[in-house]
């Protein structure tokens, strides 16, 4: 079994906050875009690119589950473990964004009816 280098545990956790930042920050542009009555159309191309990027870091975090589950890894790093934090905060960014729409957008439709 080969053991995962340090470099490449930080070059994969380096992966996972940069797409995980991407995410979030076009899950908070959805939301201002939103707010600002911008049209519906680029609304969801920037919840497109946050689910796009959430998908691209949620596949590093799965390369890097697997190596650790295989005892590749054999010490987690501070690094691996912010990675994680900013996976799962971008997750509950796009999962709030998404549902705040929704619901205003459902209040708002309610009222002009």
């Known amino acids: ?14 992966q996972i906050i940069a797409s995980s930042g991407q995410s979030k920050s076009y899950s908070v542009i959805a939301l201002r875009k939103f707010a600002k009555d ?3 159309e680029s609304v969801n191309k920037s919840l497109e690119k946050a689910r796009f990027y959430l998908q691209e870091a949620s596949t590093h975090h799965l390369d890097l589950q697997k190596k650790e589950a295989r005892g590749e890894v054999t010490r987690m790093e501070l690094i691996s473990i912010h990675a994680e934090d900013q996976f799962m905060n971008a997750m509950n960014w ?3 964004s998404q549902e705040m729409i929704a619901l205003i957008d459902k209040k708002l439709n309610k009222k002009g009816k």
């Open 1 to 14: 079994m080969t053991k995962i280098s340090k470099e490449d545990q930080y070059k994969i956790a380096m």
């Open 94 to 96: 796009l999962d709030i």
């Open 38 to 40: 911008e049209d519906e």
